[in-house]
């Protein structure tokens, strides 16, 4: 047997005795909900016009975006979420 067979056998040997233990300890178990969870707050919405490169003025035709305004009650963060699904998490 070569050297390199030997060690990646030795090494998948401890990857697999590593989940095992880890899974009778508990260690990769998700947490629980906690009794008294803070859930974010909605604030305000937004809906923003958005001009392309070349537009010079807002017109009927000029995209709109909508935003969301979320006050997170856990840390007191402010939580921008867009209809697109992007996500701005703001320190006050």
């Known amino acids: 047997m070569s050297k390199r067979l030997a060690y990646v056998l030795m090494g998948t040997i401890g990857f697999l005795m590593g989940i095992i233990v880890s899974s009778q300890t508990g260690v990769l178990q998700a947490q629980g909900a906690k009794e ?8 305000h919405a937004y809906e923003l016009k958005v ?7 807002f017109t009927a035709d000029t995209k709109k975006v909508a935003i969301e305004v979320f006050k997170d009650a856990a840390n007191g963060n402010i939580i921008y979420i867009t209809e697109g699904g992007a996500i701005a998490v703001v320190k006050p």
């Not at 008294?36 to 604030?43: F, G, H, I, L, M």
């Not at 001009?51 to 003025?57: L, P, S, Y």
Request: overall charge positive; glycine content about 6%; aromatic content about 6%.
């Open 51 to 57: 001009r392309k490169t070349g537009e010079q003025n």
């Open 36 to 43: 008294e969870e803070k859930k974010p707050v909605w604030s």
